[in-house]
């Protein structure tokens, strides 16, 4: 049974930095690409990072591009998103996906893309 919980959420105020985590139990994450998304009340989810399997390829949205990086951990079968900067408008519920065969880079990577998906965790930006 495939697993992929996200923790590391939480409140943080404006300009300040948090650490998502997503440990995957079931598949291997290094066969997989990766990827976070983020959905805000009453917004549809957004694609904020991915990366490739083979670690070559990564793509951001525009509204993080140079605050955000996505990674993993192959030895510990988990990846993670560093936040810095944060903003308001950063507020939502971010979950982590994986998929055997989209190919970074050569395909869009909208949310109907990815098999496994983890249960979000809240993110908020606030003073």
């Known amino acids: 049974q495939v697993q992929l919980v996200e923790s590391g959420g939480g409140l943080v105020q404006p300009g300040g930095s948090l650490r998502l985590s997503c440990a995957a139990s079931g598949l291997t994450l290094s066969y997989h690409a990766i990827a976070w998304f983020r959905q805000a009340p009453g917004k549809e989810r957004e694609g904020v990072a991915c990366?490739?399997?083979?670690?070559?390829?990564?793509d951001y949205a525009d509204s993080v591009k140079g605050r955000f990086t996505i990674s993993r951990d192959n030895a510990k079968n988990a990846m993670y998103l560093e936040m810095n900067s944060l903003k308001p408008e950063d507020t939502a519920v971010y979950f982590c996906a994986a998929d055997l065969y989209l190919l970074v880079g050569t395909e869009g990577w909208g949310p109907d893309k990815w098999t496994y998906w983890g249960q979000g965790t809240q993110v908020s930006v606030s003073s």
């Open positions: 990366i490739s399997s083979t670690n070559r390829i990564t």
